[in-house]
């Protein structure tokens, strides 16, 4: 299976301060379409602020987006992954560790977040790829033989 890299290279990873309102933090990813963002302090990342954590620590707690700060509810374990450990790898450890979302490191500094879809769209496209030449070879004619019927 493909590298994380080449999973996260085209992306444009947005993260948000610490100090954010979860309001805002949830405008930035309703704007950009992802379901979980980066938690920043200065340079380092502190934590995963994702839909689930908006959903279970300030709805369903009742609690007003604005006043709230991301690093109150942020999820503050990280579940990492290297940059160049393969998709399938990562996918296993999503799954032990019941996660949708993995910060990419590259030699220790973020390289990226990937989701439990983004890998999975990954996959696909290889298995796609694989059919693709599976079919190919199996339709093959040599052209030997194709001379021979014409």
Do not use: W
Not at 129 to 136: A, F
């Amino acid at each position: 299976m493909k590298p994380l890299r080449s999973v996260v290279s085209a992306q444009d990873t947005v993260t948000v301060d610490q100090q954010t309102s979860v309001a805002d933090a949830a405008r930035i990813m309703a704007a950009r379409q992802i379901g979980a963002v980066p938690v920043t302090d200065g340079q380092t990342v502190v934590g995963v602020f994702t839909e689930r954590d908006a959903l279970t620590r300030i709805v369903a707690a009742g609690v007003d987006p604005e006043r709230a700060l991301v690093r109150d509810v942020m999820s503050s374990t990280l579940i990492v992954a290297d940059i160049g450990e393969s998709c399938e790898a990562c996918l296993n450890r999503m799954r032990q560790e019941h996660v949708r979302h993995l910060i990419v490191l590259d030699k220790g500094r973020m390289a990226g977040i990937v989701s439990m879809r983004d890998l999975m769209a990954a996959d696909l496209d290889e298995k796609a790829e694989t059919i693709t030449v599976l079919n190919e070879y199996v339709h093959y004619v040599p052209a030997d033989i194709m001379n021979r019927r014409t």
